[in-house]
Structure formats: C-alpha cells, structure tokens
C-alpha cells in the first residue's frame, strides 16, 4: 500500500477534522502519500483530490465542521457515478480510502467493495451515535454537550415565567440525542423515536410534577419522535392543559457545529489511527468502532442492518429522577 485517500460524508460531526488529522498523519508517519477528497463521494466522482502533507492538518484538532467538506452523494448511488469514482481512483493510483461517515456512507461503500474489490475502511462520523459496531461515534458526545449548554439556558427562563419547554433535537431515526442529553438537563420526559409516545403519559408525569409545586418544565423530543416534532406534542399537551404557558424551541443544526469536545477528539484519533493501521493490515469493507474502550472493527454489512437500541431503561430513570 502506497496511496491511500479520506474523506467525509453525511451529516458532518463535530471531531472529523481531528480524525482527517489522525489519517494523514498515520498515512505519512508510515510512509504513504495521503490524499483528501472534498465533498465526500461527489469529489471522487469529480476528481477533486488534493494531496495533503503533515502540515495540511495543522491547527484543525480543535475545529468543527470538515475541512474536506461533506455530502449525500445522489450520484454514488448510480452504477455510473461509482464507475467514474474508481476510474479516478485508479488515475490517481489509490490503493486504499478511509470513508469518515453514517450509515449512508457505509451502505455505498459496501457497494463500491463488492462492485470493484477495493480497500475501504469506515470510521464513524455523526452525531446521532446510532451505528452498530461502536459504543460512540464521532460527534455525539459534543452534540450532547450542546444540547445541555442550550437547555441550560433556556431552564432558567422556563423557571422564571413558569413554563413548561418542549425541545426538540436532532435524531431523524434514533433518541441518543434525545436520551442523554434528557437526563443530563433532568428533563420530566424524553421522547425518542425508539417508543411509542402517549401523550396521556405524558400529561399524567406533569400533573404529577405540578401536584408536587413544579411550576415550570422541559420535555425533550427528538425529531423522528412518533407523536411529530416539538410543536405537534406541545399542540396536544396544551389541548388538555390550556391554563399552561407553553413554549417550543427547535435547537436544530446548532446541534452539528463546534468545537469537538475532548472526548470526540480522542476518539477520532484514535480511529483515524486505526483506520490506517488497519488497511495496513490488510484489512477492508470494516468499519473502527470503539468498544467497551477498546478499538473493535465491524464488518460494514453488520454495521448497516444491524440495529444499535437505545438503553430504554434509562427512559424510565429519568422519569423517576425527575418526578
Ligand atoms: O445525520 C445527522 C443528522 O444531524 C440527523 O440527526 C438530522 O436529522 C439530519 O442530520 C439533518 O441533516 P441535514 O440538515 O443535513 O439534512
């Protein structure tokens, strides 16, 4: 292996810039030529490569977003898009590519391997945390530090106005946004997409907390939650509940900017480390997971279909820990 290339798609994590870091540097340190591709798949399917050298990712560690750029390649999608990819991969004498992404990300590059048996290994990059194959991905836990910053905030006007906050967060398919940053803010309830929501439950847990004097609330919703978004729920909730003050805020892409926190930009380098190492190796179509604190590599078939649950009794201890 003499050649290797990175890059990022999906959704972009706070920490993928620590993990290109970790990636070149590996890739140098080691004796390769690194190259990086912007604009995720597109930029294979376009040609934009740009070969990167030690000091390309200097002064980066720290920031969010991705130097690289990202996207949801439509095109990688289409046998055509992959074959312009790889007749640029071949001109530029690739022998191996990090992917940094999601389950998008993995799925076509799984395609890509089968299609044209070439090394890939995956590194997983979003701020959702719903891989399977890795207790945390790239970008969750700066995501929930926002989160809890935000809602920080937003409790003490809901203290001082005596009103009851719904709070919606990201999580298209998945309430790992939603549930640790529900206990870490000791909201009255979580909403995830992971269970079914009855908004008479949910008016039963705050007649309870105001019998108990509460006078004030947040309730955290994640977008794909089953009852819609914050301002369906808090529709429905304030039907039952019209002598309450309601109020709703959506802290949307907020949630995917930032400096990565310490955490994310360990584990990024750690990955990206590994990554290398790994197509070293000889390995390929895996992705670097970290695993009970230990660096794990899942076939990307099984990262894909498998599906990675939320620990759904930790639902049930927020409710006690804040009734
Ligand atoms: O995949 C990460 C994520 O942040 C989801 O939680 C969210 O639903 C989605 O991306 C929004 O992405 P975009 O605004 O890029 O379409």
Redesign the pocket.
């Known amino acids: 292996m003499k050649k290797i290339g990175v890059l990022t798609s999906?959704?972009d994590a706070p920490g993928m810039n620590a993990c290109i870091r970790a990636i070149v540097r590996t890739g140098i340190y080691y004796g390769l030529k690194v190259y990086g591709v912007m604009d995720g798949y597109n930029g294979l399917i376009k040609n934009k490569f740009i070969p990167m050298g030690s000091s390309s990712v200097s002064n980066i560690i720290q920031r969010g977003g991705t130097i690289l750029k990202t996207a949801?390649s439509k095109e990688f999608f289409t046998k055509q898009g992959r074959q312009k990819a790889y007749e640029n991969i071949i001109k530029h004498g690739l022998d191996g590519l990090v992917v940094i992404g999601?389950n998008g990300t993995f799925t076509g590059a799984d395609v890509f391997i089968n299609e044209f048996d070439f090394p890939i290994i995956g590194a997983p990059g979003?701020?959702?945390n719903d891989l399977y194959g890795t207790d945390l991905t790239i970008g969750y836990d700066t995501a929930i530090n926002t989160v809890v910053e935000a809602v920080d905030k937003i409790r003490d006007t809901a203290d001082s106005h005596d009103r009851l906050f719904f709070i919606e967060v990201?999580?298209?398919d998945a309430g790992f946004i939603a549930l640790r940053s529900g206990i870490a803010v000791g909201a009255e309830d979580i909403l995830v997409p992971e269970t079914v929501t009855y908004i008479d439950e949910l008016i039963e847990i705050l007649e309870r907390g105001f019998r108990k004097n509460k006078k004030s609330g947040i309730i955290i919703v994640a977008?794909?939650d089953d009852a819609g978004g914050a301002f369906d729920v808090a529709r429905k909730v304030k039907e039952k509940f019209d002598y309450l003050e309601t109020r709703v805020t959506i802290l949307g892409?907020i949630?995917?900017g930032g400096s990565p926190s310490a955490y994310d930009r360990i584990i990024a380098s750690t990955m990206g480390y590994a990554a290398v190492k790994a197509l070293l190796e000889g390995r390929r179509g895996e992705m670097v997971g970290i695993i009970n604190k230990d660096v794990a590599f899942t076939p990307f078939e099984k990262a894909i279909k498998h599906h990675k649950d939320i620990k759904r009794e930790l639902l049930e201890m927020a409710r006690v820990l804040s009734s």
């Open positions: 999906g959704g949801r999601g979003t701020i959702d990201m999580g298209r977008e794909g892409h949630q995917r």
